[in-house]
């Protein structure tokens, strides 16, 4: 297996495609070589700062800790070599930060130190400012993880509260080493810890956790198709995620190909992440793993954009469900607003509610063009169950669901098992997006629902009581792409439906009434009025008049203010179903009645996607005329379509494709069985009269 100096990464491919690979042990999630014990054991640890530190520091001293032995961890069979290299040389000389990183085993960290974490434990008075030389003896890279933890702050604070020794021996028991603890449980030990220190600091849920099978599935989800492209010679590709939390999907991305057969393929994985520990911790890992650090960015992707002008091969995502955008939304809504070349929001903008919509139009402007011999790409993202359906026809949601099917850009969508994420429960769905389709998929979308297919855990996580197996994964992975293998006319299992793009679209349609307007001076009006204004309309009651005009002359000639009877107006007016329509203002017909307006939804016209602009409008018409009449007017003779008002909308009912309808077990099956009960509860109380 090679890489290119310039990408960071591999890439892989088995013989015959695709494979999911177990990392988590056979048929399961068991826990990963080294990962067992390690969190109970920090955990532990983090009671040495009780009464020294608030319950929500506790991460922000544990986490950097741990980063910190696992590095001395790795470096520690060439730290001797790394010392003697460093020895009279220059160490800012770039060139002597590629010798030093030559010598500590191609790493792009080291450190020059002489100590190390624990020979400097037999100097107890002095293992502050140790430990202060030592953390500002590492290379740069590694400098600016421990910096965004502020840790030389938490030496200080461990220090003058008297358990820096205490915490440093405890971790200095602590065996982290990759042969005893490998990667992939470095990054489970990462991950379970930062989830329970953020249940102390009540962080946002969604944010930081994706399970790696759940990764596992949407790089095999994303691989699939590609399986006979990947097989030429030395295929390069690029992996991006704009959200990458601490780089789980980057990194699970990578232990999964990097166990195929194609020696040759190389990848690239970039990512930017917005807290500044996430991605600490994700850079930390890569450095571990002996890739670049600066693949990652710190910064908000959707506002500092790391990798602007930039397109990648796959892209895979789980932006955080249902967190608000409010705080950075003034330069998404210019951006959206301009007509500017590149203009990422241009389809739409989601409720400022739940922004994980501009991850997925974020992620579609990176897309490779499609060209004569190839070119694309292909995304996955986690979303909740909101963008499915969220958003009335001309919202914001809407606007960019339409954009996404009507661009034949949505190839399918899996629904996860619940309970599968660390800190919600909530249901989950993978959507694939790319903009090229194979053949037999162009103009469907592939729903497959996998909520089944979940198994429970022997012991939570969190809210992660169910977990996908490897076999789960391979079955979603073959009943999405059961509709390209099926022979036509073949019966699909029940568990995957294929939609056509324009039934995901409707017209919604604004239907008007009459306004039938009257005003009268009633028993209502003098139960609203004051009791002046009342004395003044008491020789009016019982009068009714048609007009407005009509009306106020009355008013005036009463004696009421000019001021008094725009408002009189308002409080007498009422409908009267009996009397005749309301002329229109302007033109012919009628006033429409704003109470009674309604509005019903009709599918799109037959062959819609295929049309012009005018002619699909012309459709719609001609389609909501006819809904008009078999429909409407049997029960509201006077209805009429305000075609102004009518709007295209899109939406994904996942659910209700696969609804199946359960009967009611018959009455008498019911009365029989609480007749029985009935009969054990008698004969429990005869025992207890004995």
């Keep these: ?28 999630m068991s826990a990963p070589a080294g990962f067992e014990g390690k969190v109970d054991f920090v955990w532990k640890v983090a009671d040495r700062l009780r009464g020294h530190f608030k319950r929500h520091e506790y991460g922000s001293v544990m986490l950097p800790t741990l980063v910190l032995f696992r590095l001395d961890s790795v470096l520690a069979p060439t730290r001797d070599a790394v010392i003697k290299a460093s020895a009279g040389r220059d160490l800012n000389s770039p060139a002597t930060a590629k010798l030093l990183q030559r010598v500590a085993g191609n790493m792009p960290f080291y450190n020059t130190s002489p100590l190390s974490l624990r020979t400097m434990l037999s100097d107890d008075k002095n293992l502050g400012e140790s430990l202060q030389m030592y953390v500002n003896a590492f290379s740069p890279a590694a400098t600016e993880v421990l910096e965004a933890f502020r840790y030389h702050e938490t030496i200080e604070r461990l ?30 030990v990462f991950e379970e810890l930062l989830r329970k220190f953020n249940e102390m600091s009540n962080e946002t849920a969604g944010e930081h956790y994706t399970p790696r099978e759940v990764i596992r599935l949407m790089v095999a989800l994303l691989l699939d198709e590609d399986s006979e492209a990947l097989r030429g010679q030395a295929p390069v590709r690029r992996v991006y995620d704009p959200a990458a939390g601490t780089g789980g999907m980057l990194t699970t991305a990578l232990d999964q190909v990097v166990k195929g057969y194609n020696d040759d393929a190389i990848v690239a994985v970039s990512g930017q992440e917005l807290n500044p520990e996430s991605w600490a911790m994700a850079r ?11 693949c990652v960015v710190l910064g908000n ?30 330069p998404i809504r210019t951006e959206a607003a301009s007509s500017a070349l590149g203009n990422r929001f241009s389809a739409g903008l989601p409720r400022i509610s739940d922004g994980s919509f501009l991850f997925l139009q974020h992620m579609i402007s990176k897309m490779k063009p499609v060209t ?10 986690v979303l909740s169950g909101s963008p499915l359906f969220s958003g009335g026809a001309g919202s914001g949601e809407s606007e960019i669901r339409r954009w996404i099917i009507e661009n034949d850009w949505l190839e399918g969508i899996v629904a996860l098992p619940d309970q599968m994420f660390y800190n919600t429960g909530i249901s989950t769905y993978v959507w694939i997006v790319t903009n090229r389709k194979p053949l037999a998929r162009r103009g469907t979308v592939t729903l497959v629902d996998g909520r089944g297919l979940g198994t429970k855990m022997r012991k939570s996580l969190g809210d992660k009581r169910k977990e996908l197996t490897d076999t789960a994964i391979d079955q979603i992975v073959e009943l999405f792409a059961s509709p390209v293998q099926t022979e036509a006319g073949g019966e699909l299992d029940a568990r995957v439906k294929v939609m056509r793009n324009a039934d995901f679209g409707f017209a919604r349609l604004t239907v008007e009434r009459p306004l039938r307007q009257v005003w009268r001076v009633d028993a209502t009006a003098f139960g609203v009025v004051a009791s002046d204004t009342a004395e003044l309309l008491a020789p009016l009651e019982g009068t009714t008049w048609s007009e407005s005009l009509e009306c106020r002359r009355a008013l005036n000639s009463a004696g009421f203010e000019a001021k008094v009877i725009t408002k009189l107006l308002k409080t007498l007016a009422t409908t009267d179903p009996d009397i005749e329509p309301t002329p229109a203002k302007k033109g012919p017909g009628f006033e429409p009645d704003a109470s009674l307006r309604d509005q019903e939804n009709i599918p799109l016209p037959d062959g819609y996607l295929a049309m012009d602009e005018i002619s699909q409008r012309a459709a719609v018409e001609e389609a909501a005329a006819q809904h008009l009449v078999e429909q409407i007017h049997p029960y509201v003779p006077d209805a009429w379509l305000d075609h102004d008002k009518t709007r295209i909308g899109y939406e994904i009912p996942f659910t209700r494709q696969f609804y199946v309808y359960t009967p009611p077990r018959p009455v008498a099956e019911i009365r029989a069985e609480i007749d029985e009960l009935e009969q054990q509860i008698q004969q429990w109380m005869q025992g207890l009269s004995r």
Aim: hydrophobic share 40%; glycine share 16%.
């Design 372 to 381: 004569a011999t190839g070119g694309g790409s292909r995304i996955g993202i």
């Design 1 to 28: 297996m090679r890489a290119s100096a310039g990408l960071r990464g591999y890439f892989v491919l088995g013989p015959r495609g695709i494979k999911v690979v177990a990392a988590l042990g056979e048929g399961g």
């Design 159 to 188: 220090g003058k509260a008297g358990v820096l020794y205490a915490v440093l021996s405890d971790f200095a028991e602590l065996d982290l080493r990759p042969s005893m603890v490998s990667d992939e449980a470095m990054g489970y």
């Design 284 to 294: 930390s890992e890569l450095m571990m793993r002996g890739l670049d650090p600066d």
């Design 301 to 330: 992707s959707l506002t500092e954009d790391g990798f602007a002008h930039q397109q990648f091969d796959y892209m895979l995502s789980n932006p955080p469900y249902g967190v608000d955008w409010k705080g950075y939304a003034d």
